[in-house]
């Protein structure tokens, strides 16, 4: 615990704001053949940064082009909101475009979710905002809802759809990266990484679910090689990287692909 016998993987979130919907696709395009292994978008209504009412699209409908766009790749929401959907829709909405990635094969398709934080999505579309507390228990609620609504569905998704959980709470948030994640995108430094996971490990032994799958992601945003270092030491196997457009920094993703393909070796 964690999983460490697995390749470093290089995630990059195209943040789906400040560009025509042309640019995303020539986006992604490009970092798929660059060779990276999975692309992200988020899950919000308006720009996290710059002009908040600047050019934004809405994150599913374009997660179902990306998995008819790409053909090696993994993606997924870096993360979806609970609150925005009934969490059977969820569990539709996730099988269906696995389905769509598989092409024959199996589905690329990462559930990323999460209990929802931006308030100006609830006000403007009219969802309750309501308090983190409550926000985490329709997050446990809709998780449970989601895992037995893919045991229902005809056809069933192509492989068991990797969950991915973002958050560092220790009394809510990890005992539900220990119930049900497979990846855990964990926004802590190296040196507060083994005080996280020796908690996802005892909430793991309350669950009774073994925690030795489970990949820890965590964000390059701000960081340099010695920091990324630190982290793979600390067990992270998934690095993320935020990535705007339209004038998109591909030397940066060069260099960390590099870096990558250096712990590869």
């Keep these: 615990m964690p999983l460490l016998d697995t390749p470093v993987r290089l995630g990059i979130q195209l943040q789906p704001q400040h560009a025509l919907y042309p640019a995303f696709r020539e986006a992604v395009m490009r970092l798929e053949e ?3 292994d999975i692309l992200f978008n988020w ?3 308006f720009p ?11 994150g599913w409908t374009m997660l179902a082009a990306w998995a008819e766009q790409t053909e090696r790749v993994e993606f997924g929401a ?3 909101c ?8 969820q569990a539709d909405m996730a099988r269906t475009i696995d389905h769509i990635s598989a092409k024959g094969g199996t589905g ?3 559930f990323g979710t999460g209990a929802g934080w931006f308030e100006r999505d609830y006000d403007e579309y009219g969802y309750e905002f309501g308090t983190p507390g409550s926000r985490l228990r329709d997050l446990e609620q809709g998780l449970a809802r989601i895992e037995k609504r893919w045991e229902k569905l005809n056809p069933a998704p192509t492989r068991r759809i990797p969950v991915m959980i973002g958050g560092q ?4 948030t990890l005992r539900l990266v220990a119930r049900h994640a497979d990846i855990w995108h964990s926004f802590v430094g190296p040196d507060n990484l083994p005080h996280k996971l020796s908690v996802i490990e005892k909430w793991a032994e309350v669950e009774q679910r073994p925690t030795d799958g489970l990949i820890i992601s965590n964000e390059l945003k701000d960081r340099d090689a010695d920091v990324a270092d630190a982290l793979y ?3 992270v196997r998934l690095y993320t990287l935020g990535f705007q457009g339209p004038d998109w920094d591909y030397a940066l993703v060069e260099r960390w692909l590099r870096w990558r393909d250096g712990k590869n070796a």
Aim: net charge negative; hydrophobic share 30%; charged share 25%.
């Design 34 to 36: 660059m060779g990276v």
């Design 43 to 45: 899950d919000h209504f």
């Design 48 to 58: 996290l940064s710059g002009d908040p009412d600047g050019l934004h699209f809405e």
């Design 78 to 80: 870096l993360v979806n």
């Design 82 to 89: 609970n609150s925005y959907r009934n969490p059977d829709l």
């Design 108 to 110: 690329r398709f990462i």
């Design 169 to 172: 709470g220790e009394q809510k």
């Design 233 to 235: 030491d600390s067990g």
